[in-house]
């Protein structure tokens, strides 16, 4: 994956009892950024992440920084009124303006710059969503976002677009290596290759790690992309989606720097990154596109998605060369269009989350400093209520049921048969669930042949996991649930635990 080239600090695991103002449970950009929104206000704050920092999927985002969000604006304002919109579009583009504020405060190198973003619609459809987007997004208060006829790309007509102005990109892992020291700086301790095994919450919360350790605390952060806390709270309430992505070498200059959406279903999107040699020397760029999102767990034609996002590369840009990098990541799509940024439902008052961050997880985890700091220190927050994890929204009502009969469906594999009939069929480097007797178990094969086998049972809520074979991963289709193919141990929450050993 091309982007992990900024090495991140790192801090030992835990090596004894602590006590802190605040911990915090993951240690990507929402974590990271509300540890150090929390140490600038005066808190003492512990952070805790079994893998390494930025590890999980921040490393895998393409880094687009927007107020142009996925959920188009038009039906924001369907779903949570005008009045949501307009928060919605405000919290976001704060979250801009305070990367880039923490970017020159801390003086953080990391190819920050602000751009202009386009939405457009294939050629020869309908601009009608285009002007319906436009009335809305101006009503949101986006007033600088117009219509223009074409995108400002020569040798591609891509037809007439809205331009999103003053949006940013920036090298994810270059930014979070300079937020790890700030926060560093700034007194918080973070603890990596240290799990959190049970999380409770009330007066004198506690975090227990799987090493034994306990962290004390007056509140409890849970940042994990999904939350690890929850059996069915918030799980009903978003989706896991897989996305893909690709990245072709461009001439220096051959494709203007920009952002680009579309509208179809899978969507695309697209930016351009500049690739420095180590004497700081302009080398070339890198074309990055995504898209062709599927539910987690739920397809297996890995390799044909990722061929047609390099199709539709190579067939607007004919100065884009090889591919030369493919990777994947995962995203909480809500089923009403806003993330969940706040106290943990049916919980602890002093338990909070941040999830459901869908497309836009560099803002959305920006905006998760604020507000969770805002709750924690006891200030007015205003965007409260449109991000309240608790909240139930009737207007979204058709794709709750939809998602969670999806959900229902796939309990059926707990019947069928396996994928292959023994572990003989398969081949190195792959995996496949097998049935015995009444058991389904997960049979991964090593590039040496030796055999790793799990339960077929994702711990979470009892789903049959599926193989992952770009990945080489074991993936719950129900809730998105990812896990180790050597020893089963959770990757992707919403399980707190790996699957059991065979």
Same mark, same amino acid.
């Given at each position: 994956m091309w982007m992990a080239t900024a090495e991140v600090p790192a801090q030992l695991p835990l090596a004894k009892n602590a006590r802190a103002d605040v911990c915090i449970i993951g240690a990507g950009i929402a974590g990271m950024t509300t540890a150090y929104m929390l140490a600038r206000a005066g808190k003492s704050v512990i952070v805790l992440d079994d893998g390494p920092i930025a590890g999980g999927e921040t490393c895998r985002t393409t880094a687009h920084l927007v107020n142009a969000l996925d959920?188009?604006?038009?039906?924001?304002?369907?779903?949570?009124?005008?009045?949501?919109? $307009?928060?919605?579009?405000?919290?976001?583009?704060?979250?801009?303006?305070?990367?880039?504020?923490i970017v020159n405060e801390e003086e953080i190198d990391c190819d920050f710059e602000r751009l202009d973003g386009y939405l457009? &619609?294939?050629p020869g459809e309908a601009t009608e969503?285009?002007?319906?987007? #436009?009335?809305?997004?101006?009503?949101?208060?986006?007033?600088?976002?117009?219509?223009?006829?074409?995108?400002? /790309?020569?040798?591609?007509?891509?037809?007439?677009?809205?331009?999103?102005?003053?949006?940013?990109?920036?090298? &994810?892992?270059? /930014?979070?290596?300079?937020?790890?020291?700030?926060?560093? @700086?700034?007194?918080? =301790?973070? /603890?990596?290759?240290?799990?959190?095994?049970?999380?409770?919450?009330? $007066?004198?919360? @506690?975090?227990?790690? =799987?090493?034994?350790?306990?962290?004390?605390?007056?509140?409890? &952060?849970?940042?994990?992309?999904?939350?690890?806390?929850?059996?069915?709270?918030?799980?009903?309430?978003?989706?896991? /989606?897989r996305t893909y992505v690709v990245g072709a070498r461009v001439p220096h200059g051959a494709v203007p720097k920009m952002l680009l959406w579309d509208t179809p279903d899978p969507y695309h999107y697209l930016r351009v990154?500049?690739?420095?040699?180590?004497?700081?020397?302009?080398?070339?760029?890198?074309?990055?596109?995504?898209?062709?999102?599927?539910?987690?767990?739920?397809?297996?034609?890995?390799?044909?998605?990722?061929? @047609? *996002?390099?199709? %539709?590369?190579?067939? @607007?840009? =004919?100065?884009?060369?090889?591919?030369?990098? $493919?990777?994947?990541?995962?995203?909480?799509?809500?089923?009403?269009?806003?993330?969940?940024?706040?106290r943990n439902p049916m919980d602890s008052e002093n338990v909070l989350i941040a999830t459901g961050a869908?497309?836009?997880?560099?803002?959305?985890?920006?905006?998760?400093?604020? #507000?969770?700091?805002?709750?924690?220190?006891?200030?007015?927050?205003? %965007?409260?209520? #449109?991000?309240?994890?608790?909240?139930?929204? *009737?207007r979204a009502a058709g794709r709750f049921?939809?998602?969670?009969?999806?959900?229902?469906?796939?309990?059926?594999?707990?019947?069928?048969?396996?994928?292959?009939?023994?572990?003989?069929?398969?081949?190195?480097?792959?995996?496949?669930?097998?049935?015995?007797?009444? =058991?389904?178990?997960?049979?991964s094969r090593g590039e040496r042949g030796a055999l790793h086998e799990y339960s077929a049972i994702c711990p979470h809520l009892g789903c049959v996991v599926a193989w992952n074979s770009l990945e080489k991963s074991w993936d719950c289709p129900c809730h998105g649930s990812r896990f180790d193919k050597r020893d089963g141990h959770a990757i992707n929450g919403p399980a707190i635990s790996g699957l059991s050993k065979v």
């Open positions: 959920a188009r604006y038009y039906e924001l304002e369907r779903l949570h009124g005008e009045r949501g919109a $307009r928060l919605a579009a405000e919290s976001h583009t704060a979250a801009i303006d305070r990367i880039e504020a457009f &619609v294939p969503q285009l002007h319906t987007e #436009l009335d809305a997004a101006h009503r949101a208060g986006l007033t600088e976002v117009e219509y223009v006829e074409r995108v400002p /790309y020569d040798a591609y007509d891509f037809g007439a677009a809205l331009r999103f102005p003053d949006q940013g990109q920036f090298h &994810v892992l270059k /930014y979070m290596a300079g937020l790890t020291a700030a926060v560093k @700086r700034r007194g918080a =301790s973070i /603890y990596t290759k240290t799990h959190a095994a049970k999380i409770e919450g009330g $007066r004198g919360a @506690r975090v227990e790690t =799987s090493g034994g350790c306990i962290v004390t605390a007056d509140a409890v &952060v849970v940042a994990t992309n999904t939350p690890v806390n929850d059996l069915v709270a918030i799980h009903t309430k978003q989706a896991a /989606y990154h500049t690739v420095k040699d180590t004497l700081g020397t302009v080398d070339y760029d890198v074309l990055i596109v995504g898209g062709e999102d599927h539910k987690t767990g739920q397809a297996e034609d890995f390799v044909a998605r990722h061929g @047609r *996002l390099e199709e %539709w590369t190579h067939e @607007r840009f =004919s100065v884009a060369g090889e591919i030369e990098f $493919r990777w994947s990541g995962q995203v909480m799509e809500p089923v009403d269009g806003m993330g969940f940024i706040g869908a497309g836009n997880g560099m803002t959305h985890g920006t905006i998760a400093g604020m #507000l969770l700091t805002d709750l924690i220190v006891g200030r007015e927050n205003e %965007w409260a209520p #449109l991000y309240d994890p608790s909240r139930i929204s *009737l049921v939809q998602e969670n009969l999806n959900v229902a469906a796939q309990f059926a594999d707990l019947v069928t048969g396996g994928d292959v009939e023994n572990a003989e069929d398969i081949a190195p480097g792959e995996g496949a669930v097998i049935r015995r007797g009444l =058991s389904k178990v997960a049979v």
